[in-house]
């Protein structure tokens, strides 16, 4: 039920854009985004819900594809601040009603000057 | 601040030992959650309580794992007998309702030797 996360780490350049990819085999009831520093907590991103549009905030969106189960998120005009490791959490139905928030592997992303 | 806050940051204890965590959310959200995360991987879910009743726990929780949430505020997390395998960082999370943000507290880093 883990959440496939893509590439599993991407190294860019200030100014690129990258595109991280999340799917899974359940049907979803919503897709959180998480960028989590070396040895921080996880920081919040974005949650996209079943029904809703694509959210994005900054240079930084996202988009859920419910037929697919698939989720993407998207940097654009990378900063060195965009470093650090990006999880998908996906929100499922575990049973009468029940959700739990199934998170992937990680993306490590590293920006470099 | 009013974030979620953990306590201790860090705790290093001998095999065997049992430790107590405790958790303090965001002071109007009654759903609370308790992740474990190793080093590489995303945070694994364990519980999660909404106020003061523990709706579900993860098949990853031994016997020797127990959380409450006395009055629907803050939270413990105990693991009696602790064993090597249980070093992790211990996150906490809270959210005001479901399919919302949940927010991750700064983790306790466990070292058991």
């Known amino acids: 039920q883990q959440p496939v996360q893509s590439p599993q780490a991407v190294i860019l350049r200030e100014g690129e854009d990258a595109v991280i990819n999340c799917s899974s085999s359940k049907a979803l009831y919503s897709v959180h985004w998480y960028r989590q520093k070396h040895g921080e907590a996880p920081v919040f991103l974005m949650i996209?819900?079943?029904?809703?549009e694509q959210k994005g905030h900054e240079k930084i969106s996202a988009s859920f594809n419910e037929k697919k189960q698939q989720s993407s998120l998207y940097l654009t005009a990378s900063q060195l601040s965009y470093s650090g490791t990006y999880f998908c959490?996906?929100?499922?139905?575990?049973?009468?009603?029940?959700?739990?928030?199934?998170f992937g592997k990680g993306t490590k992303l590293s920006v470099i000057p | 601040d009013t974030g979620v806050s953990q306590d201790p940051r860090h705790k290093i204890t001998k095999r065997g030992q049992n430790v107590t965590f405790r958790c303090d959310p965001i002071s109007e959200h009654n759903r609370l959650y308790w992740y474990r995360q190793t080093l590489g991987q995303g945070p694994e879910f364990l519980t999660y309580f909404q106020n003061e009743a523990q709706l579900e726990k993860s098949r990853l929780l031994s016997d020797r794992f127990s959380a409450e949430r006395p009055k629907g505020s803050f939270s413990t997390l105990e693991i009696q007998r602790t064993e090597q395998g249980d070093s992790a960082m211990y996150l906490c999370?809270?959210?005001?309702?479901?399919?919302?943000?949940?927010?991750f507290g700064p983790g306790t880093r466990l070292l058991v030797l």
């Open positions: 996209l819900l079943k029904g809703g």
């Open positions: 959490g996906t929100e499922w139905d575990s049973g009468a009603g029940s959700y739990q928030l199934t």
């Open positions: 999370a809270s959210s005001a309702i479901l399919g919302e943000t949940q927010y």
